[in-house]
């Protein structure tokens, strides 16, 4: 079994963020794409609320229920608290028996530069394989060249479409129909959660 650890707040989870799953999926030849919510993301450093767990879990399903290849975890959920990385992987590892080269971990470009500040840090590039979406305005000078070798940089499409700006899309009421999958859309209005 080899899969992938895409991790995130997922509010609201978006297309962007399916295309570039099936996309690591097919180019590390994957078995799955696994979607982990956070609890309580450590780097947002922005004071944004999140919307309810529930909502969020809702929403994910109803976008990965259909395809075989992705799969829900509600680990970092069910540990709650402050959700590290390494926890996860380390526990991921241990319950599915998985070696590090198995088991891969994505990140954007942007995350990347802020690495070094993750907790154990160290311990994450050595229990998985972590894989690089660049983001834009992205260099690589920017990065201690001895993360670069330690990384994974994948020609993933750059799609630059973020939750906020959907989030803002539906408090204002502008069109969200090419951002996110028809039946999010239709959850996120019947259960009036960016607003009226």
């Given at each position: 079994?080899?899969?992938?650890?895409?991790?995130?707040?997922?509010?609201?989870?978006?297309?962007?963020?399916?295309?570039?799953?099936?996309?690591?999926?097919?180019?590390?030849?994957?078995?799955?794409?696994?979607?982990?919510?956070?609890?309580?993301?450590?780097?947002?450093?922005?004071?944004?609320?999140?919307?309810?767990?529930?909502?969020?879990?809702?929403?994910?399903?109803?976008?990965?229920?259909?395809?075989?290849q992705?799969?829900?975890?509600?680990?970092?959920?069910?540990?709650g608290?402050?959700?590290?990385?390494?926890?996860t992987?380390?526990?991921?590892?241990?319950?599915?028996?998985?070696?590090?080269?198995?088991?891969?971990?994505?990140?954007?470009?942007?995350?990347?530069?802020?690495?070094?500040?993750?907790?154990?840090?160290?311990?994450?590039?050595?229990?998985?394989?972590?894989?690089?979406?660049?983001?834009?305005?992205?260099?690589?000078?920017?990065?201690?060249?001895?993360?670069?070798?330690?990384?994974?940089?994948?020609?993933?499409?750059?799609?630059?479409?973020?939750?906020?700006?959907?989030?803002?899309?539906?408090?204002?009421?502008?069109?969200?129909?090419?951002?996110?999958?028809?039946?999010?859309?239709?959850?996120?209005?019947?259960?009036?959660?960016?607003?009226?």
């Open positions: 079994m080899k899969l992938c650890l895409f991790g995130g707040t997922f509010d609201p989870p978006h297309n962007a963020h399916f295309i570039i799953a099936e996309a690591i999926r097919e180019s590390l030849d994957l078995n799955k794409i696994v979607f982990i919510p956070a609890f309580n993301p450590p780097h947002k450093f922005d004071n944004t609320p999140v919307s309810s767990v529930e909502h969020r879990i809702a929403m994910l399903k109803l976008c990965i229920d259909d395809f075989p992705f799969e829900f975890s509600d680990i970092e959920l069910k540990r608290g402050i959700s590290y990385t390494i926890d992987i380390l526990e991921v590892k241990q319950s599915m028996g998985l070696k590090s080269k198995d088991l891969h971990f994505l990140i954007g470009s942007d995350s990347l530069a802020q690495f070094k500040s993750w907790h154990r840090w160290e311990e994450i590039l050595k229990e998985s394989q972590v894989v690089v979406a660049r983001r834009p305005r992205f260099e690589k000078s920017d990065i201690d060249p001895k993360l670069l070798d330690q990384v994974t940089f994948l020609n993933l499409p750059r799609m630059e479409i973020s939750s906020t700006e959907i989030r803002d899309r539906f408090y204002s009421d502008r069109m969200t129909r090419f951002y996110v999958p028809t039946a999010v859309s239709e959850y996120i209005k019947k259960h009036k959660i960016y607003g009226s």
